[in-house]
């Protein structure tokens, strides 16, 4: 939370103070196309389906893994598309054993806000094509159940964060011309799965004559990136 407002409040200023780098770019700001490798941390928001269930959706928190390709359109806008995974899983004392796995494409419009020959700050937002595997088993004396399926879910994401031109002219140097950029990341993503746990919830309390309802599960939330981005 804390880190979100610190990179809302950056945003805020550079958009209230205009962009204090000149128009006259530097070669390496005007590349068009750019590759980036991408490391976060995902954190899962409370759902009633982890409560129902008693799991601590903190456990859940993930490691996330992406790759981006990105094409600038216009001088301040452009077009992203990452390609990313991760999993978690948990078992309980109160007889559940979860794993969720997600894989997800996120296109993303962004704007760039230069504000210095090294630092280019950006802003943007866009949908999200998430298909999750739920393998839930929950079993205890008198009971028995098996949830495994696969969902195809749609959301939407905002983002913020910075670029950092830690390799310019790469050129000067005998490589390819692709300069290199340090980034830094936050995404909050609005996306939820209803009657996530509908299978298991069925065999339940058909085995122990109950009439609990289905639950949904919050798969969005935050999550921060660190990565590195190649221009070309």
Not at 131 to 150: L, V
Not at 165 to 175: A, D
Request: glycine share 8%; charged share 20%; with cysteine.
């Amino acid at each position: 939370m804390f880190l979100r407002k610190v990179l809302l409040l950056t945003l805020g200023i550079v958009l209230l103070s205009g962009t204090a780098y000149s128009e006259d770019a530097s070669v390496h700001l005007q590349k068009k196309n750019a590759c980036s490798l991408k490391l976060g941390w995902h954190w899962y928001e409370r759902s009633n389906v982890f409560d129902f269930w008693h799991f601590n959706e903190n456990n859940f928190d993930a490691t996330v893994w992406a790759f981006a390709y990105e094409r600038k359109i216009r001088e301040r806008l452009g077009i992203e598309v990452s390609l990313g995974f991760f999993k978690s899983s948990e078992a309980n004392t109160a007889g559940s054993d979860l794993t969720i796995t997600n894989v997800f494409v996120s296109p993303t419009a962004k704007y760039y806000f230069p504000v210095s020959d090294t630092f280019v700050f950006y802003a943007g937002g866009g949908l999200d094509f998430y298909s999750t595997k739920w393998d839930h088993k929950y079993s205890n004396a008198f009971t028995y159940g098996w949830g495994h399926d696969r969902f195809n879910t749609f959301g939407l994401h905002g983002l913020g964060g910075v670029d950092w031109y830690l390799f310019r002219t790469p050129e000067r140097h005998g490589f390819y011309s692709a300069p290199v950029s340090l980034f830094l990341e936050y995404q909050y993503t609005v996306l939820e799965i209803d009657d996530v746990d509908d299978r298991v919830i069925r065999e339940r309390n058909a085995q122990l004559g109950e009439s609990n309802p289905k639950h949904d599960l919050d798969l969005g939330g935050s999550t921060v990136f660190l990565g590195i981005r190649w221009h070309y």
